[in-house]
């Protein structure tokens, strides 16, 4: 699986927009790229995954690049409950999902 | 659905004792993970099961460490000796691929905060 680069942490003041960006220059093109975050002391929890159109659902965007190298999850008005490390994954069909270290990303009143 | 249940939620072990974790994923799903969090390491995964099979094993860090599923409803990770190093908390994820859910959406359990003095 192709490997993704995180910022280490971001700040978002509550109530506006939290674009988290990653990056997976050597994705294949068989690779989704799948959002999890983890709220301290919980088990992660999945956000949204797509392959190469943009994907929204009742939690998250997910804007993918034309040529995939690159994508941006999209929090549309971040509360403080949002606050959590986000990790980006390149994952083919198969379940070995391998976690980096993630964007502590801090909601901020 | 109840959700992954993992138990105990806490442990602490003295070093050389064995440890026992539990595992139980949700209904139907037909694959199970285990992982382990450190400060130090993040999150790794450790084994994972297709259909109570294990399909890669290739993060358990050595032999003291060993993993079942004797059944589609129940897992365990076992160490035995138990060291401080092991201190961590290890997760049970379990994922499948009936319903709305996306094939390896995984659904991750409380955890187990496992200390070793």
């Known amino acids: 699986d192709a490997k993704t680069t995180q910022p280490p942490s971001m700040d978002c003041a509550e109530g506006r927009a939290a674009n988290l960006p990653c990056n997976h220059s050597?994705?294949?093109?068989?690779?989704?790229v799948y959002w999890y975050r983890q709220i301290h002391s919980q088990g992660p929890q999945y956000i949204i995954h797509?392959?190469?159109n943009n994907e929204t659902n009742e939690m998250a965007s997910l804007i993918i690049t034309e040529d995939r190298k690159s994508s941006t999850l999209i929090l549309p008005h971040a509360t403080l409950r949002d606050t959590a490390v986000y990790y980006c994954i390149a994952l083919n069909n198969n379940n070995d999902m391998r976690f980096g270290a993630g964007t502590r990303l801090t909601v901020k009143p | 659905d109840a959700g992954v249940i993992q138990s105990p939620r806490h442990e602490v072990t003295e070093m050389g004792q064995e440890v026992t974790l539990r595992c139980k994923p949700i209904s139907g799903h037909n694959s199970l993970f285990w992982y382990r969090q450190t400060m130090m390491r993040g999150l790794e995964l450790l084994i994972y099961?297709?259909?109570?099979?294990?399909?890669?094993d290739s993060g358990m860090p050595e032999d003291r460490f060993s993993a079942k599923m004797p059944n589609a409803s129940f897992s365990t990770l076992k160490i035995q000796p138990s060291e401080p190093r092991d201190s961590a908390v290890y997760f049970c994820?379990?994922?499948?691929?009936?319903?709305?859910?996306?094939?390896?959406?995984?659904?991750f359990g409380p955890g187990t905060r496992l200390t070793v003095l």
């Open positions: 050597t994705i294949s093109g068989n690779e989704y």
């Open positions: 994820a379990s994922t499948g691929t009936s319903g709305a859910s996306s094939y390896n959406e995984q659904f």
């Open positions: 797509g392959l190469k």
């Open positions: 099961f297709n259909n109570n099979v294990p399909i890669d």
